[in-house]
Nanobody
Framework: QVQLVESGGGLVQAGGSLRLSCAASGDIICISALGWYRQAPGKERELIAAITSGAKDQVSVKGRFTISRDNAKNTLYLQMNNLKPEDTAVYTC?????????????????WGSGTLVTVSS
């Protein structure tokens, strides 16, 4: 199976930056895309961005956030700049499995345990 381990969360002041990492291991062939989700207190989990395996562009910019992928290291990064208190959330790494029926042993989704980011005002 696939294991996803996040790191880099913590407490930061508003306006600061953090870089999260997600190290993937195990059955890497089961990963068709890697992405970051977040869930703020009292809110639903939301997708920040994802990068498809094999995509030409391994960087995706979403406003103040930049997601990038180092395939040699099987690691996904999330660079967060100019953080705001409303960015406080648990950030979780997600791997999407292959299309149904293509690789039987793979699951549809894999999730990390998440890392807490707290932005103080």
């Amino acid at each position: 199976q696939v294991q996803l381990v996040e790191s880099g969360g913590g407490l930061v002041q508003a306006g600061g930056s953090l870089r999260l990492s997600c190290a993937a291991s195990g059955d890497i062939i089961c990963i068709s895309a890697l992405g970051w989700y977040r869930q703020a207190p009292g809110k639903e989990r939301e997708l920040i961005a994802a990068i498809t395996s094999g995509a030409k562009d391994q960087v995706s910019v979403k406003g103040r956030f930049t997601i990038s992928r180092d395939n040699a290291k099987n690691t996904l990064y999330l660079q967060m700049n100019n953080l705001k208190p409303e960015d406080t959330a648990v950030y979780t790494c997600h791997a999407r499995g292959p299309p149904p029926g293509t690789i039987a042993r793979c699951l549809t989704d894999y999730w990390g345990s998440g890392t807490l980011v707290t932005v103080s005002s």
